[in-house]
């Protein structure tokens, strides 16, 4: 099946500094894809929808200017969090929509996760 | 209200037995998919099964079965012949929305499957 690919897998950083979570698509392009947070024994929540070559949308009480998403390419989105504090400490997930011939139109992929924890 | 419903947080079920989790939805779009997801330790989600809200019949892949209910709006997941590498979390999920509307997924809080040899 299509591949997910996060970077990096785990990243501990300091209160007040940016942490950037690379989301790629190895062997398929994805127009769309999606950032999710999950809290330890929680489930996920979707924070924004990343589409190629515009801006992202945010779900309700996800703030932009400290969650940055820049979706450059078709297999490359980023999650920069800008000013982390130890509430960001989360695990980040990405996924990607799988389009084009041959697939279901369903399919969506998930990326392992990052691993954040703010100190 | 709860879009998704799961409201077993945690089975156990002896190897090479079959368990079924509980899901239940809420909409009120005719046009909806419904997914399960497994997340083991390691944290990645790993997509089972999906059903569309069209679909005639139950989605089934390989020991993976989704008995759907579309009046009583649930979605259980059943697992033939469980395995030790079965043990995980599973999240059931739902889409709303046109086939070509791909965005808002809800997901359920999980039900943590234990599998004992």
């Known amino acids: 099946g299509a591949v997910v690919s996060q970077h990096p897998s785990r990243v501990i950083c300091k209160s007040g500094t940016s942490v950037k979570i690379e989301c790629r698509s190895l062997d398929f392009q994805a127009t769309t894809m999606f950032w999710y947070r999950q809290f330890p024994k929680q489930s996920l929540m979707l924070m924004a929808t990343?589409?190629?070559?515009?801006?992202?949308?945010?779900e309700q009480g996800v703030e932009k200017d400290k969650f940055l998403i820049n979706h450059a390419s078709l297999t490359l989105s980023t999650l920069t969090v800008t000013s982390a504090h130890p509430e960001d400490s989360s695990f980040y997930i990405c996924?990607?929509?799988?389009?084009?011939?041959?697939?279901?139109?369903?399919?969506?992929?998930f990326g392992p996760g990052t691993r954040l924890t703010v100190t | 209200a709860q879009k998704i419903t799961q409201t077993q947080p945690g089975m156990f079920v002896q190897e090479k037995e079959a368990v079924t989790l509980d899901c239940t939805y809420d909409?009120?779009?005719?046009?909806?998919?419904l997914f399960w997801y497994k997340q083991p330790s390691s944290g990645e989600m790993i997509f089972l099964i999906y059903?569309?809200?069209?679909?005639?019949q139950n989605a089934t892949e390989g020991r993976y079965s989704l008995n759907f209910q579309k009046a009583r709006k649930s979605a259980n997941l059943v697992i033939s012949a469980s395995q030790l590498g079965d043990s995980a979390m599973y999240f059931c999920a739902m889409r709303e929305g046109s086939r070509d509307n791909f965005n808002k997924f809800y997901f359920g809080s999980g039900t943590k499957l234990n599998v004992k040899p």
């Open positions: 990343s589409n190629e070559g515009s801006k992202a949308t945010y």
């Open positions: 996924s990607a929509r799988v389009t084009g011939a041959g697939t279901r139109f369903y399919e969506q992929y």
């Open positions: 059903q569309g809200s069209y679909d005639q």
């Open positions: 909409t009120s779009d005719p046009s909806y998919g």
